[in-house]
């Protein structure tokens, strides 16, 4: 009779292993936010104190690094969208998470843009990033579909699809400030069902 073994716990870091990881994250948000997401992974290293070796041992690629460092922004925007399932006006409720995905994505030029590569590519490291935030954009929508708000044909992939082409849209434009906002009225405009909310 075949038995599945039980798997191993990850075994934690070691003292100074912990310490690389964390110079490495904390560098990696401070290029990510200078230079973009394509920054140097060299430089990161080398301000970090460590080789690239020890970079790629912790982050065998860029989307790894890129999901480790976007850790903290996942989590706040899927604790937010828990706040919201709450509200009131569900329309209102998902347009207010997805401006919230639009001013995240800005942070860090390129972030946009990997975000939709990844959406078609479930081996990258970035998906755990994709995945979570489907799963908490389905719940908004299917509360402002139900309200009649949203129209039914509308998916979630859709959605953020267009909301992370809204934020690559925005960071090619930096001398429009108000491009995102507009571009996500124009959005929810098109989203709108037949018994639409007059708020959304």
Not at 108 to 127: F, N, P
């Amino acid at each position: 009779m075949a038995t599945t073994a039980a798997r191993t716990p990850p075994r934690p870091m070691r003292a100074d292993a912990r310490r690389n990881y964390d110079r490495l994250l904390a560098e990696a948000r401070t290029a990510f936010a200078e230079h973009g997401t394509d920054a140097s992974l060299e430089d990161i290293a080398r301000r970090a104190g460590v080789g690239i070796g020890t970079l790629y041992r912790h982050f065998p690629n860029r989307h790894a690094l890129m999901n480790a460092v976007f850790q903290d922004a996942l989590a706040s925007l899927i604790a937010r969208s828990r706040e919201l399932a709450k509200a009131r006006q569900p329309c209102e409720a998902l347009m207010e998470w997805l401006g919230t995905i639009i001013t995240h994505a800005g942070a860090y030029r390129g972030l946009a843009q990997a975000l939709m590569s990844a959406s078609r590519d479930e081996s990258s490291a970035l998906s755990q990033c994709n995945v979570p935030m489907r799963e908490a954009g389905a719940a908004l929508l299917a509360r402002a579909q139900a309200s009649g708000a949203v129209r039914p044909d509308v998916s979630i992939d859709d959605l953020m699809q267009l909301t992370n082409a809204i934020a690559l849209a925005a960071e090619e434009s930096p001398d429009d400030p108000e491009l995102a906002g507009r571009l996500l009225r124009l959005t929810v405009q098109g989203l709108k069902g037949a018994s639409a909310e007059a708020d959304c």
